[in-house]
T-cell receptor, first 114, second 114 residues
Framework: AQSVSQHNHHVILSEAASLELGCNYS??????LFWYVQYPGQHLQLLLK??????LVKGIKGFEAEFIKSKFSFNLRKPSVQWSDTAEYFC????????????FGSGTRLQVQP | DAGVIQSPRHEVTEMGQEVTLRCKPI?????LFWYRQTMMRGLELLIY????????DSGMPEDRFSAKMPNASFSTLKIQPSEPRDSAVYFC????????????FGNGTRLTVT
């Protein structure tokens, strides 16, 4: 069964600091990978996705993620965070198995201090 | 496009009562998903439908939970009888397909069972 691990549960950064959130998945075959963001009191919104091709994926609001197949990782990065990036970030995977639904990681709560 | 619409936004009920959560997916989307979000367990997939047919309900915690999708524009998640441990935010999401299509989430229903 597919699973997703997010190692950082709570990250606190100052504005302008660089961000990297870890995500590892457990499935050896073809996968689709996603990062979603949930701002306080809101629903989840798609940040970026990887299906195939260039392993470096750029999303909205300056976020990017790199798919490293050999490490089963899909880490999220942003060179300079803003206070408005304060939110919870979820990595999700869909493996090409019979179960065609996303499996989410436990989430990482990011707090950006002004 | 109005997005995925869930109702009610908040529900407070007493243990033992029946609770019905409602979802209207985005028009034209043929996959619908129910997720539950708690602090302890994160985002869990409860059930998903494709073309109104339940495909995977392995995430439904107990027989107290049931979900229906009588047509392409409406789904319900029912809990009967409700228990305090059912307290969570329940999200409905839809997508144009399965697997490689991003999910569009509703604003969620915050359920509190006392």
């Amino acid at each position: 069964a597919q699973s997703v691990s997010q190692h950082n549960h709570h990250v606190i950064l100052s504005e302008a600091a660089s961000l990297e959130l870890g995500c590892n998945y457990s499935y050896g075959g073809t996968v689709n990978l996603f990062w979603y963001v949930q701002y306080p009191g809101q629903h989840l919104q798609l940040l970026l996705k990887y299906f195939s091709g260039d392993p470096l994926v750029k999303g909205i609001k300056g976020f990017e993620a790199e798919f490293i197949k050999s490490k089963f990782s899909f880490n999220l990065r942003k060179p300079s965070v803003q206070w408005s990036d304060t939110a919870e970030y979820f990595c999700a995977v869909n493996a090409y198995t019979g179960r065609r639904a996303l499996t989410f990681g436990s989430g990482t709560r990011l707090q950006v201090q002004p | 496009d109005a997005g995925v619409i869930q109702s009610p936004r908040h529900e407070v009920t007493e243990m033992g009562q029946e609770v019905t959560l409602r979802c209207k997916p985005i028009s034209g989307h043929n996959s619908l998903f129910w997720y539950r979000q708690t602090m302890m367990r994160g985002l869990e997939l409860l059930i998903y439908f494709n073309n109104n047919v339940p495909i995977d309900d392995s995430g439904m915690p107990e027989d107290r939970f049931s979900a229906k999708m009588p047509n392409a524009s409406f789904s319900t998640l029912k809990i009967q009888p409700s228990e305090p441990r059912d307290s969570a935010v329940y999200f409905c999401a839809s997508s144009p397909g399965t697997g490689d299509s991003p999910l569009h989430f509703g604003n969620g229903t915050r359920l509190t069972v006392t």
